[in-house]
C-alpha cells in the first residue's frame, strides 16, 4: 500500500453542461476533486439505484459539473487534516451527499470531509462493507425506524417491494434475521428462488396484484418496506394491519403518492420516512455497529453480492440498473495505477 497520492488517477466524471450528458473515464489529478480534508484511496464501491440515475443520466442527482457520482465507497486513508484519521486507517463512506454535491466513489481516489467518514468496523471487510452499501444501510435505517415505533414479529408479515434489488434484498435478509415472516413482491417472479434463499417466505409477482380502489381494502400486512412509491405505496397503505408501519424508502415506481387519510386515521398504519443520506451521525455509527455484528446480513457475498465489476463496465452496468434487470448487489472493485 502506497501512502502517497500520485499525480493522477482514474475517475468516472459526469459532464453535464448546456443539458448535454457525458459521462467518462478520465485521468485526474487530486486537485480536479472537490474539497474535503481526507484522501482515501478507493478500494471498493457499490451501485445503487441512485448511482444509475447519475452515470445514465436519467436522473438529476449530481450537483455541479464535471462530478464523479458513486454515492458509497470504503478504502483506506491516505492523508488526513482531520486529527481524527491517519493514514492506513480502513473507512467507509455511504451517503452524505458524496456522489451528489460532491466527488463521490468511482475514482481511484477520493478527497472528502471527515465528517463523512466511518471506521470500518472489525467485523466487515471492504467487500462486504460495499456490499452491504446504501442499500443495506437504508434497510437497517428502516428496520429501526420500524422496530421503534412499535413493529412486532406477531403483528403479521412484512411486505417488500422491488424484492430483488439490493435494499430489497438485504431488507429480507435482517428483517428475517429478527423473526419476521417476509414477504417479497417483485417483477420478476423467475427470482423466487433467490429471494426464498435470502430470506423470503412468499414471493409474489407484481403483475398478479389485484390493488383495489377504496380507502381501505382487505388488511394484508403487518408491515411494509416500500422501494417503488406511486401506486404501490398507496396500495400498502390501503393494506396495512392496524398499527403497521410502512418505511417509505423508495420511487423506483414513481415519485407520487395518491391516498386518502382513512389508513392513519382507522387503522394507526404510520408511514416512516427514511432518508439515508443525512441520517444523524450517531445513528449511522449505531446502525453500522448493527450491520458488522448482531444485524449482519447472512449470505452477503455468496448470495446478495455475487457479482463484481470495475470502472470500465459502470456505464454499461448502470443502464441493467435502469431497466430494473438486476438482481442483487454490485461491488465496484477499483484497479490501482
Ligand atoms: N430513502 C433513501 O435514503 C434511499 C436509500 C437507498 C435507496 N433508495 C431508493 O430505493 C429504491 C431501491 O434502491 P436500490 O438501490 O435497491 O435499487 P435497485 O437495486 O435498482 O432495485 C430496485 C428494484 O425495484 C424494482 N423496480 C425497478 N424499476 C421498477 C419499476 N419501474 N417499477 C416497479 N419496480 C421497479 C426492481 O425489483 P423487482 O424486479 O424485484 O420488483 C428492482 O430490482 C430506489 O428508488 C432508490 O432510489 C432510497
Redesign the pocket.
Known amino acids: 500500500m502506497s501512502d502517497a497520492i500520485p499525480a493522477t488517477f482514474r475517475a468516472l466524471r459526469v459532464h453535464a453542461e448546456g443539458g448535454n450528458h457525458r459521462v467518462a473515464l478520465e485521468t485526474i489529478g487530486i486537485d480536479d476533486l472537490s474539497p474535503g480534508n481526507v484522501v482515501v484511496r478507493v478500494a471498493y464501491s457499490g451501485i445503487?439505484?441512485?448511482d444509475?440515475l447519475a452515470v445514465t443520466g436519467k436522473g438529476k442527482i449530481l450537483r455541479g459539473s464535471p462530478r464523479v457520482p458513486g454515492i458509497d465507497l470504503a478504502g483506506h486513508v491516505v492523508s488526513s487534516q482531520d486529527a481524527r484519521y491517519q493514514p492506513g486507517d480502513a473507512v467507509l463512506v455511504t451517503?452524505c451527499n458524496i456522489g451528489e454535491q460532491m466527488d463521490g466513489g468511482y475514482s481511484e481516489y477520493a478527497r472528502l470531509p471527515a465528517d463523512a467518514l466511518v471506521r470500518l468496523p472489525a467485523g466487515l471487510t471492504f467487500e462486504e462493507a460495499m456490499a452491504i452499501g446504501?442499500?443495506g444501510f437504508?434497510a437497517a435505517l428502516a428496520l429501526q425506524r420500524m422496530l421503534d415505533n412499535h413493529q412486532t414479529t406477531t403483528m403479521g408479515t412484512i411486505l417488500v417491494?422491488?424484492?430483488?434489488?439490493?435494499?430489497?434484498g438485504i431488507a429480507l435478509s435482517i428483517f428475517k434475521a429478527h423473526g419476521f415472516k417476509m414477504a417479497?413482491?417483485?417483477?420478476?417472479p423467475e427470482?423466487a428462488e433467490y429471494l426464498h434463499s435470502i430470506g423470503a417466505d412468499e414471493v409474489i409477482d407484481?403483475e398478479s396484484v389485484i390493488m383495489g380502489s377504496k380507502p381501505l381494502e382487505g388488511a394484508l400486512w403487518g408491515g411494509a418496506v416500500d422501494?417503488?412509491?406511486g401506486d404501490?405505496l398507496a396500495w400498502l397503505t390501503r393494506t396495512v394491519k392496524p398499527w403497521g408501519n410502512i418505511a417509505s424508502?423508495?420511487?423506483?415506481?414513481a415519485h407520487t403518492l395518491s391516498t386518502t387519510v382513512m389508513p392513519f386515521l382507522l387503522r394507526g398504519v404510520s408511514i416512516l420516512g427514511?432518508?439515508?443520506?443525512e441520517c444523524p451521525r450517531a445513528w449511522r455509527l449505531e446502525l453500522w455497529k448493527h450491520l458488522s455484528t448482531d444485524w449482519k446480513p447472512e449470505g452477503l457475498l455468496s448470495k446478495i453480492a455475487t457479482r463484481t465489476v470495475i470502472l470500465e463496465d459502470l456505464t454499461t452496468v448502470c443502464e441493467e440498473?435502469i431497466t430494473?434487470s438486476?438482481?442483487g448487489?454490485t461491488l465496484v472493485q477499483h484497479r490501482q495505477p
Request: glycine residues 22%.
Open positions: 445503487n439505484y441512485k444509475a451517503g446504501t442499500a437504508t417491494t422491488g424484492a430483488t434489488g439490493g435494499v430489497g417479497a413482491l417483485t417483477g420478476k427470482a407484481r422501494n417503488l412509491g404501490t424508502i423508495g420511487l423506483a415506481q427514511i432518508h439515508s443520506v440498473y430494473g438486476v438482481t448487489r
